[in-house]
């Protein structure tokens, strides 16, 4: 975790601090070493939040916005708690997500949040940025869209179908670069009938959408991203 509360308050890790673990309330320890990024860590070190996962690429996604949209606790009515990722200031939820995670938990999570963006971690198995890539075909230039079978690409068959947004994150990579001139993340688009919409969206403009409140969307070619001629990689 990044925030802890130190006398009731919000506040990042400082070497030799104790906090408080805003779900559990037990007594949280400031990491403050030179291999991972400072953090707050239970006693026992794992977290009271079993939904709770963070690596480098979390840390790294949270430092897009502001710190007091980071690790928002959520209680439900029947008082089970939760800590968002990031609650954007219209009120959606981004959920980072990287491990593999069971169908029975995204459905809770949906349930738990309500309005949320998954945002996944596409690198974690090395096949299936090549199987993404292989399914992966243009259905329209404006606004410009992509399909792929999701029976071909474990990636999709995994995510394709979810009621609400999902963003694959599949790095850096020079194709995406050559084709679009940035760094693009693929938006999955909610499709009741399974359908794989996806739609490239470079990650300065995503993130930009996500501060001003901007609803996902398809773009059109003026908005971004294509700012060369669009081609397969
Ligand atoms: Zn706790």
Same mark, same amino acid.
């Not at 669009?230 to 990689?233: A, D, K, S, Y």
């Given at each position: 975790?990044? /925030?802890?509360? =130190? +006398? %009731?308050r !919000?506040?990042?890790?400082?070497?030799?601090?104790t906090?408080?673990?805003?779900?559990?309330? &037990?007594?949280?320890?400031?990491?403050?070493?030179?291999?991972?990024?400072?953090?707050w860590?239970?006693?026992?070190?794992?977290?009271?939040?079993?939904?709770?996962?963070?690596?480098?690429?979390?840390?790294?996604?949270?430092?897009?916005?502001p710190?007091?949209?980071r690790?928002i606790?959520h209680?439900?009515?029947?008082?089970?708690?939760?800590?968002?990722?990031?609650?954007?200031?219209?009120g959606?939820?981004?959920?980072?997500?990287?491990?593999?995670?069971?169908?029975?938990?995204?459905?809770?999570?949906e349930a738990?949040?309500?309005?949320? /963006?998954?945002? =996944? +971690? %596409?690198? !974690?198995?090395?096949?299936?940025?090549q199987?993404?890539?292989?399914?992966?075909?243009?259905t &329209?230039?404006?606004?410009?869209?992509?399909?792929?079978?999701?029976?071909?690409?474990?990636l999709?068959?995994?995510?394709?179908?979810?009621?609400?947004?999902?963003?694959?994150?599949?790095?850096?990579?020079?194709?995406?670069?050559?084709?679009?001139?940035?760094?693009?993340?693929?938006?999955?688009?909610?499709?009741?009938?399974?359908q794989?919409?996806?739609t490239?969206?470079p990650?300065?403009?995503?993130i930009?959408?996500?501060h001003?409140?901007?609803?996902?969307?398809?773009?059109?070619?003026?908005q971004?991203?294509?700012?060369?001629p669009?081609?397969?990689?």
């Open positions: 975790m990044e /925030i802890a509360l =130190v +006398d %009731g !919000r506040s990042a890790p400082q070497p030799r601090l906090g408080h673990c805003p779900v559990c309330g &037990s007594i949280v320890i400031a990491k403050c070493g030179t291999q991972r990024t400072w953090h860590s239970h006693k026992g070190e794992r977290s009271c939040d079993p939904w709770w996962e963070e690596t480098e690429w979390h840390v790294s996604w949270k430092s897009c916005f710190q007091d949209w690790e606790i209680t439900a009515l029947d008082g089970e708690k939760h800590i968002a990722d990031v609650k954007l200031a219209d959606r939820v981004l959920e980072f997500q990287h491990s593999a995670i069971s169908e029975e938990e995204r459905q809770s999570r738990f949040y309500g309005s949320m /963006i998954w945002i =996944v +971690d %596409g690198r !974690r198995r090395k096949r299936d940025i199987t993404f890539q292989t399914t992966l075909h243009q &329209s230039r404006d606004p410009l869209v992509y399909s792929g079978y999701k029976e071909d690409c474990a999709l068959r995994d995510w394709v179908g979810r009621p609400v947004h999902v963003v694959f994150d599949l790095g850096d990579r020079k194709e995406d670069v050559a084709a679009f001139g940035a760094t693009v993340l693929w938006q999955l688009h909610p499709d009741p009938q399974g794989v919409i996806l490239p969206i990650k300065k403009v995503l930009d959408m996500l001003k409140g901007t609803a996902l969307r398809h773009l059109r070619r003026t971004a991203p294509a700012p060369r669009i081609r397969r990689f």
